[in-house]
């Protein structure tokens, strides 16, 4: 992962979960919306470097949320819960899990937050001069595995998937998620990424 931005100060990841506001809902479990974000954020996260993957493991670890993301097989449950999967879970997201991603998207996005800037500004320029994506390699090589994962895991039938039906609206995607991902990047993101995730869905 990129590690060019400042260095992160350790952080107490139980003092921010208990700190997370609970939303006022009928159940307290993640809506449909909340967890489809997330797992799309941790998409991009995992499409922004080749070893996304493995280090959105090792960041439970660091984060010490082993007690909450158990390990490899775990990790995955929680993200099924996204009901565009092929392979969706029908159990539900509970609150402390979805709070957990939050901390691990934020986590990854402050680490990357020089790269994240980059290709937010590079892909503006190459639009507004009307130039082809893939004259930046860094780019081209995100929008690239972007596609290829949202292609292999989200299930083709889902009307929401098939709205993503080109190169060019799932490029749009990868790009609108990164937008979203610099919004983590500051001293505040847990609570401003938590809350975006409820709009619209509380009382």
């Given at each position: 992962?990129?590690?060019?931005?400042?260095?992160?100060?350790?952080?107490?990841?139980?003092?921010?979960?208990?700190?997370?506001?609970?939303?006022?809902?009928?159940?307290?479990?993640?809506?449909?919306?909340?967890?489809?974000?997330l797992?799309?954020?941790?998409?991009?996260?995992?499409?922004?470097?080749?070893?996304?993957?493995?280090?959105l493991?090792?960041?439970?670890?660091?984060?010490?949320?082993?007690?909450?993301?158990?390990?490899r097989?775990?990790?995955?449950?929680l993200?099924?819960?996204?009901?565009?999967?092929?392979?969706?879970?029908?159990?539900?997201?509970?609150?402390?899990?979805?709070?957990?991603?939050?901390?691990?998207?934020?986590?990854?996005?402050?680490?990357?937050?020089?790269?994240?800037?980059?290709?937010?500004?590079?892909?503006?320029?190459?639009?507004?001069k009307?130039?082809?994506?893939?004259?930046?390699?860094?780019?081209?090589?995100?929008?690239?595995?972007?596609?290829?994962?949202?292609?292999?895991?989200m299930?083709?039938?889902?009307?929401?998937?098939?709205a993503?039906?080109?190169?060019?609206?799932?490029?749009?995607?990868?790009?609108?998620?990164?937008?979203?991902?610099?919004?983590?990047?500051?001293?505040?993101?847990?609570?401003?990424?938590?809350?975006?995730?409820?709009?619209?869905?509380?009382?």
């Amino acid at each position: 992962m990129q590690l060019s931005s400042p260095p992160i100060q350790p952080i107490n990841s139980m003092i921010i979960l208990d700190a997370l506001p609970n939303p006022s809902l009928p159940e307290e479990t993640c809506p449909r919306r909340t967890r489809q974000q997330l797992d799309l954020l941790l998409l991009a996260i995992e499409a922004l470097d080749l070893g996304g993957s493995e280090a959105l493991l090792a960041a439970t670890k660091e984060l010490d949320l082993q007690g909450i993301i158990k390990n490899r097989v775990s990790f995955w449950r929680l993200r099924a819960t996204n009901p565009l999967r092929r392979y969706s879970q029908r159990r539900p997201l509970t609150l402390t899990e979805g709070k957990a991603l939050v901390l691990l998207i934020c986590h990854l996005s402050r680490r990357m937050t020089v790269l994240i800037r980059q290709l937010l500004l590079v892909y503006d320029q190459l639009l507004e001069k009307q130039l082809p994506l893939e004259q930046h390699l860094r780019l081209a090589n995100y929008l690239e595995r972007f596609r290829a994962h949202f292609r292999s895991r989200m299930n083709p039938k889902r009307a929401a998937v098939i709205a993503y039906n080109s190169d060019e609206k799932l490029n749009q995607l990868a790009m609108t998620l990164l937008g979203q991902l610099l919004f983590c990047t500051g001293a505040a993101g847990a609570n401003r990424l938590w809350s975006s995730l409820f709009d619209g869905e509380t009382s």
